[in-house]
């Protein structure tokens, strides 16, 4: 992450966002974090946020890849980052 976002405080904010109801998306996340977490950049982080929005078992169908995204979730950040937490999921 880039300038201010770079800071610690930030990160564990942006991983405090990320925490969910449902355990499997908190499994997951917390992979991803593990893999990725101290090099996301900006764009990434972003994208990370927008995911955040979604039901958890909207989150859950995208991040197992049962859907893909749609709407204005249709994006290369938002694919990348998917991809990268389902690249984990298969690695773990």
């Not at 990320?18 to 090099?39: A, K, Q, T, V, W």
């Not at 078992?57 to 995204?69: F, V, W, Y």
């Amino acid at each position: 992450m880039t300038q201010e976002a770079d800071t610690p405080l930030n990160l564990g904010l942006l991983r405090w966002r990320c925490r969910r109801g449902m355990l499997e998306n908190d499994l997951l996340i917390e992979r991803f974090f593990s893999c990725y977490g101290d090099n996301l950049s900006q764009p990434q982080a972003l994208a990370l946020l927008s995911l955040m929005e979604l039901s958890d078992s909207d989150l859950l169908d995208l991040l197992m890849a049962r859907k893909e995204p749609q709407g204005e979730l249709d994006t290369p950040e938002v694919k990348a980052v998917l991809e990268q937490i389902r690249q984990v999921k298969v690695k773990k």
